[in-house]
């Protein structure tokens, strides 16, 4: 990296500054996700050269202006996990995860200075990502249902507001009624031991899959999606469904 950012290096690489990279910093860090869900070991090793690129990229720049080196990285987060694990490194005990991440929580407000648990949460983390964050840090401290039933019972009592909502005149009610459902759900998912952010990224790749099956079929015919109807399309969706169970 130093040698592309050289004078005589490449003309894009020695553009770029920490700014103009943090699309691809979130870009490469997806397609690494897409790569663990593949389960093709040779795709995750690229990726991860690919999302370890952009941390060498990022203190190479950070090196020219005197700032800081990729040494100082690694030695960095090298002496936080040892601190954040003193039941490894240290004298004290964690006999759970749970525990651990609660001592976790408690190194990090006092290393960072923050002021309660929610702070350092991402402020452009995606939507069901950033509440399923949220709902993990509130329930380290408590704020939880005993069991799954005070979840469900949420969920219900939310989708209830909603469907309330929904017979009114008035977008903004509705707009806060689903906020409520969806982050019911959020924390639903955490006593259930499913990340949201996956299962909806599934359920999306079904959807395409199914969704193209039927276009397929359809053009395959000479006609058109707009112009077969709800009922035939419905009808090659169950039918993608079939071949998906019979697949397996």
């Given at each position: 990296m130093a040698r592309l950012r050289a004078p005589d290096g490449c003309p894009w690489d020695r553009e770029q500054d920490a700014h103009s990279l943090k699309a691809y910093i979130i870009e490469e860090a997806y397609e690494v996700c897409e790569a663990i869900e593949s389960g093709d070991p040779k795709k995750l090793c690229d990726e991860l050269g690919d999302l370890l690129l952009q941390v060498v990229f990022q203190a190479q720049i950070a090196n020219e202006s005197g700032a800081f080196n990729i040494n100082d990285?690694?030695?960095?987060?090298?002496?936080?996990?040892?601190?954040?694990?003193?039941?490894?490194?240290?004298d004290e005990t964690a006999e759970s995860a749970e525990q651990v991440m609660e001592q976790w929580e408690q190194r990090k407000l006092q290393e960072k200075g923050r002021k309660g648990y929610l702070d350092g949460i991402p402020k452009h983390l995606p939507g069901l990502l950033k509440a399923r964050r949220i709902s993990d840090k509130a329930a380290l401290v408590g704020f939880e249902w005993p069991t799954i039933d005070g979840a469900k019972d949420k969920v219900d009592e939310e989708w209830a507001e909603l469907q309330h909502a929904a017979k009114q005149d008035s977008h903004e009610d509705v707009v806060h009624e689903l906020g409520d459902v969806l982050f019911a759900l959020v924390n639903l998912?955490?006593?259930?031991?499913?990340?949201?952010?996956?299962?909806?990224?599934?359920?999306?790749?079904?959807?395409?899959?199914?969704?193209?099956y039927v276009e397929n079929q359809?053009?395959?015919?000479?006609?058109?999606?707009?112009d077969v109807g709800l009922e035939a399309m419905d009808a090659l969706w169950e039918e993608a469904k079939r071949l998906e169970r019979d697949a397996k």
């Open positions: 990285v690694v030695n960095a987060i090298s002496d936080k996990m040892e601190r954040r694990h003193p039941h490894v490194f240290g998912s955490r006593y259930l031991k499913a990340d949201p952010e996956d299962a909806l990224r599934r359920t999306v790749g079904r959807f395409s899959k199914r969704f193209r359809i053009l395959a015919r000479g006609e058109q999606l707009q």
